[in-house]
């Protein structure tokens, strides 16, 4: 791969890395295209913010292709001659809640979440988190996250910032859409780094604690909370992100499940307003059954080839 220039500058992808949404998976496809030219940024030894150390990779390193950070937002450094292409990946809020606490049940790391997982109920632990005074891990984070460092504290402004940041981002996708989402990606891409393959293997996957998850729900909790938001029809996995929220809050009970529905009400619109968006972008991608296809089996090729390795290791 040699030059990533556009029309409008030398070209970095910056990688807005959610934690528990899909964040690892496109980690480790950037990685795969770009290697050394594609950098994470935490655990700076200088003690820089993310933010600080991306201005300098961005003034510094002019062969750098792509970055990504736990704490990077908008707004983003402005650097003559760099055009940044923000990613944002979007997932369901109340779906998300049990992979959280199942990775932070799991984690190595001390931190006040793993603590009390590894203490707490799911149930308890949510009621835990809906508290107003905790961190917002679990209460319209993604909406804070994308609203930006400069959001000031008012709920229904933050959430504007946040949809006004998705909207404004070349690169959005959701967890439920991930592969559509990354075809879109190889496509805007295209003019700034060519032939990109962002086929993945899925990586730091979470798991029910307590076996599978369920199968067809009893109802469509999902579109009941989404009521009225117009999600479009194109939803893949659909009975499967369905299946995930209900098993959510049959486990919680309907007191706690209301105050997570409650505590994420503005997420679950980003939510739905990053499903639309997908979409809308899909439409424009010429012979996209095939195309969905073919990633589709590279995908299934990659993990193929992980596997033949692991059998002869």
Request: overall charge positive; proline content about 5%.
């Amino acid at each position: 791969m040699e030059a990533h220039t556009g029309r409008q500058g030398h070209a970095v992808i910056v990688h807005c890395h959610m934690f528990k949404n899909a964040g690892s998976t496109l980690d480790w496809s950037l990685n795969r295209n770009f290697g050394g030219r594609f950098l994470q940024l935490w655990n700076d030894p200088d003690g820089r913010t993310e933010d600080q150390q991306l201005e300098a990779l961005l003034r510094d390193r002019k062969d750098l292709c792509a970055v990504s950070g736990h704490r990077l937002s908008p707004p983003f450094p402005d650097v003559a001659g760099v055009k940044l292409l923000p990613a944002f990946i979007i997932r369901n809020p109340i779906e998300r809640a049990y992979s959280v606490y199942c990775f932070e049940r799991e984690q190595a790391e001390v931190t006040p979440g793993s603590k009390k997982a590894k203490r707490l109920s799911f149930r308890d632990y949510i009621r835990w988190r809906m508290d107003p005074r905790k961190p917002l891990a679990l209460r319209n984070f993604q909406s804070a996250f994308c609203a930006g460092r400069h959001r000031g504290r008012d709920p229904a402004r933050i959430f504007e910032q946040a949809l006004q940041n998705l909207r404004a981002a070349p690169l959005v996708a959701t967890l439920e859409l991930y592969d559509s989402s990354m075809v879109v990606f190889e496509q805007t891409l295209r003019p700034y780094f060519g032939e990109l393959d962002l086929s993945h293997v899925k990586q730091n996957v979470g798991r029910y604690r307590d076996g599978k998850a369920p199968g067809a729900p009893k109802m469509k909790v999902l579109r009941k909370l989404l009521g009225g938001l117009g999600i479009p029809a194109r939803v893949q996995n659909e009975s499967d992100v369905d299946a995930r929220v209900n098993r959510t809050l049959e486990l919680l009970g309907s007191e706690v499940g209301d105050l997570l529905v409650a505590g994420n009400q503005y997420d679950l619109k980003l939510y739905a307003e990053a499903t639309a968006l997908v979409n809308r972008r899909l439409e424009s991608i010429e012979n996209l059954d095939r195309e969905l296809r073919h990633f589709a089996g590279r995908c299934a090729s990659l993990n193929s080839q992980l596997q033949s390795t692991a059998v002869g290791s």
